[in-house]
């Protein structure tokens, strides 16, 4: 997986796509809550939940269908006075990207078992082809050694560079539109 530093990235570069009038610290915050919120699976290691079982690290909270319910869920609480200047959809949208940014990232990286997408329907765990993502130790203890330093030097390659990239383009072309 990308430390959990990094998948903040992708909502904070996909707000800058959002309607002026919707952006708030409250939907962006909901965006990286969506991006980040999958890795609570590792919890289930203390409980004996083995790595490839469906509940495992990878498994269903990194499906497709958490994240559409993830964010399906938290469009309804979405407080309304930003709803009425943008549809349920726009921020739906938003919410799903985010949360679905976490399992593509996790799927870019160069271990662990893979990424269930279509579970529970399918526990089969996929990768992409192109892998250029270290992976990130999941203890403290590693992460925070030469393996850790390596891990954010990849991330800000492959997934800092391009996310800002992406978000100084989308304002340039708001500023001139």
């Given at each position: 997986?990308?430390s959990?530093?990094?998948?903040?990235?992708?909502?904070?570069?996909?707000?800058?796509?959002?309607p002026?009038?919707?952006?708030?610290?409250?939907?962006?915050?909901?965006?990286v809550?969506c991006?980040?919120?999958p890795d609570?699976?590792?919890?289930?290691?203390?409980?004996g939940?083995?790595?490839?079982?469906?509940?495992?690290?990878?498994?269903?909270?990194?499906s497709?269908?958490?994240?559409?319910?993830l964010?399906?869920?938290?469009?309804?609480?979405?407080?309304l006075?930003?709803?009425?200047?943008?549809?349920?959809?726009?921020?739906?949208?938003?919410?799903?990207l985010?949360?679905?940014?976490?399992g593509?990232?996790?799927?870019?990286?160069?271990g662990?078992?893979?990424v269930?997408?279509?579970?529970?329907f399918?526990?089969a765990?996929?990768?992409f082809?192109w892998?250029p993502i270290?992976?990130?130790p999941?203890?403290?203890?590693?992460?925070?050694?030469?393996?850790?330093?390596?891990v954010l030097s990849?991330?800000?390659?492959?997934?800092?560079?391009?996310?800002?990239?992406?978000a100084?383009l989308?304002?340039?072309?708001?500023?001139?539109?």
């Amino acid at each position: 997986m990308p430390s959990l530093m990094s998948h903040p990235a992708v909502p904070l570069a996909l707000a800058t796509v959002l309607p002026r009038e919707i952006i708030s610290p409250g939907l962006v915050f909901l965006g990286v809550v969506c991006a980040t919120i999958p890795d609570l699976d590792v919890v289930g290691f203390r409980f004996g939940i083995s790595y490839g079982h469906v509940l495992g690290h990878r498994g269903l909270s990194h499906s497709i269908l958490f994240a559409a319910f993830l964010a399906g869920c938290l469009t309804l609480l979405f407080p309304l006075e930003v709803q009425l200047k943008a549809s349920r959809w726009t921020v739906f949208a938003f919410l799903f990207l985010s949360a679905l940014s976490h399992g593509l990232l996790d799927a870019m990286t160069s271990g662990g078992l893979g990424v269930a997408f279509f579970a529970p329907f399918d526990n089969a765990r996929y990768f992409f082809p192109w892998r250029p993502i270290r992976v990130s130790p999941i203890s403290f203890s590693a992460f925070f050694s030469p393996t850790g330093l390596r891990v954010l030097s990849s991330e800000l390659q492959w997934i800092w560079l391009p996310a800002t990239g992406f978000a100084a383009l989308m304002l340039l072309v708001r500023r001139f539109t």
